[in-house]
C-alpha cells in the first residue's frame, strides 16, 4: 500500500483484531502488513503502548514448546476501538466526497 500508517490506525487495526477474538503478535502483524509495509519490529511497540493504556492485556500460552504471548482487548480498549472507528467512518466519508465529487459543504 501507498498511504502512510500512522499511529491511531495501528491503534484502530490493533484493537480491531483483538476484539474479534485475543491474539498473539505475529498473527498481529500478518493481518496489518496486507494494508501497511510495517515490519513486525514496527507493532511490538505499539502493543506495548495499548498495554501500558490500559487498552490491552497479555497472557502467555504455551505453543509446541514454547511460549506465545496473546492480546486481549479490555473494556476500556472496547471503546477505543469504537471512539476510533467513528473517527474513520468520518474520515473516510470526508475522502469519499473529496474523490467522488460530491457536493461542496
Request: aromatic share 12%.
Amino acid at each position: 500500500m501507498i498511504f502512510p500508517m500512522n499511529t491511531p490506525m495501528f491503534d484502530l487495526l490493533s484493537l480491531s483484531i483483538t476484539a474479534k477474538g485475543d491474539s498473539y503478535g505475529y498473527q498481529l502483524s500478518q493481518k496489518i502488513k496486507k494494508v501497511s509495509g510495517a515490519k513486525d519490529s514496527t507493532l511490538y511497540p505499539i502493543l506495548k503502548r495499548l498495554q501500558e493504556q490500559g487498552f490491552l492485556t497479555v497472557y502467555d500460552q504455551p505453543f509446541q514448546g514454547r511460549n506465545r504471548r496473546y492480546y486481549q482487548i479490555t473494556d476500556a480498549g472496547r471503546q477505543r476501538c469504537r471512539t476510533l472507528m467513528e473517527e474513520w467512518k468520518l474520515y473516510k466519508e470526508a475522502v469519499d466526497q473529496i474523490i467522488e465529487g460530491g457536493s461542496e459543504e
